[in-house]
């Protein structure tokens, strides 16, 4: 028989060691930041017993006003607009822009992790790995074909990926650029603490120029 295959969800993948060194320079103040805000929540978590920061994820603060990730951010919102028009949309009369950008960083102490979600009012998601290696947290994307998942069988061979998979995962090493489509749900298995993990984490909508045109908004934002 003839087979043809319809709805297929595409992971973007490229490798840029170079920004490494750079941008985890740039990161490391926000990291600061990040943990220094949760000082308070791991002493309470100290008086229930807890010795550490175990299990924690550290948030920054955004990173696109920052004008010294100019250069990330312009080359990520170029390669997410070729990423939109090679799934086939109309790119022609549509602007990016970036609603959330921040840098994550796991516990040292292990634990940390991020269940399954998915970012509604986007179009494309992405990561770049700043630490990472086989001993760290990967991610992990889910089937989203919804109503695959309760009539699941049992696979073939689950050490390849085919189209009886559910779960997938990546692993990924300091400099490789992932993007795919927002409404993938992602998640990040439990962290051992061996090795440090960071990421950046991105997220992008296409918005219509015209609409765009009747805001006042910061330029860099835009692709």
């Known amino acids: 028989m003839i087979k043809t295959e319809y709805f297929k969800s595409p992971v973007y993948t490229e490798e840029k060691p170079e920004w490494v060194e750079n941008l985890n320079n740039l990161c490391n103040p926000y990291i600061k930041q ?25 948030h920054s603060n955004p990173l696109e006003p920052d004008n010294n990730f100019r250069f990330f951010h312009d080359y990520v919102a170029q390669k997410s607009r070729w990423c939109l028009d090679d799934m086939g949309y109309d790119m022609s009369n549509y602007s990016l822009i970036y609603t959330e950008s921040w840098v994550q960083e796991f516990s040292f102490n292990g634990a940390g ?20 290696s086989e001993k760290t947290s990967k991610p992990f994307f889910q089937d989203p074909r919804t109503a695959h998942v309760p009539l699941k069988l049992k696979e073939k061979d689950s050490t ?12 990924v090493k300091p400099g490789t650029l992932m993007l795919f489509p927002a409404y ?32 006042s908004m910061n330029s860099s934002n835009f692709s």
Not at 34 to 58: C, F, H, P, V, W
Not at 114 to 130: A, E, R, V
Not at 160 to 168: E, P, R, S, V
Request: proline share 1%.
């Open 34 to 58: 990040a943990r220094d805000d949760q000082e308070e929540s791991n002493k309470k978590k100290l008086t229930l017993g807890y010795k550490n920061d175990i299990g924690m994820s550290y």
């Open 113 to 132: 992790h991020h269940w399954f979600h998915t970012h509604g009012n986007n179009h494309i998601s992405g990561f770049y790995f700043l630490e990472a």
């Open 160 to 171: 390849k990926i085919t189209n009886a998979c559910d779960i997938i995962n990546y692993n």
């Open 184 to 215: 993938m749900s992602h998640a990040y298995m439990v962290d051992h603490g061996i090795e440090p993990f960071r990421f950046i984490h991105i997220n992008i909508r296409a918005v219509e120029k015209d609409i765009l045109s009747s805001f």
